[in-house]
């Protein structure tokens, strides 16, 4: 298994920046994908990014294509979101998540096919 942790959430304004940080450890030599996902309040829990750790593909919503950008360091076992031009509808926690098994298709954009995940880090976004 594997462990994950945030950081990196705060409070910015409409139009800034933020990086956040995803530390994996325990078990980070097999994981597939690893991704983010958010949640709003009485919101359900969306797909934000994710990144093949063996490699470079990356995938993102829609809502966030062009403003955030997915990377890994693998050295570091470190997953990061930059996340720029950041809008009050980005307000969410923030969660990290990996999987070591891919099931097929576009399933790492459901929630559904990560067994581990970090505990979440704020994010809000001010007017």
């Known amino acids: 298994q594997v462990q994950l942790v945030e950081s990196g959430g705060g409070l910015v304004q409409a139009g800034g920046s933020l990086r956040l940080s995803c530390a994996a450890s325990g078990r980070t030599f097999s994981m597939y994908h690893m991704g983010w996902f958010r949640q709003a309040p009485g919101k359900e829990r969306e797909f934000v990014a994710a990144?093949?750790?063996?490699?470079?593909?990356?995938y993102y919503a829609d809502s966030v294509k062009g403003r955030f950008a997915i990377s890994g360091d693998n050295a570091k076992n470190t997953m990061y979101l930059q996340m720029n031009n950041l809008k009050p509808e980005d307000t969410a926690v923030y969660y990290c998540?990996?999987?070591?098994?891919?099931?097929?298709?576009?399933?790492?954009?459901?929630?559904?096919?990560?067994?581990?995940w970090g505990p979440g880090t704020q994010v809000t976004v001010s007017s």
């Open positions: 990144i093949r750790w063996s490699g470079s593909s990356t």
């Open positions: 998540a990996a999987t070591y098994f891919y099931t097929g298709g576009y399933q790492f954009m459901q929630s559904s096919e990560y067994p581990y």
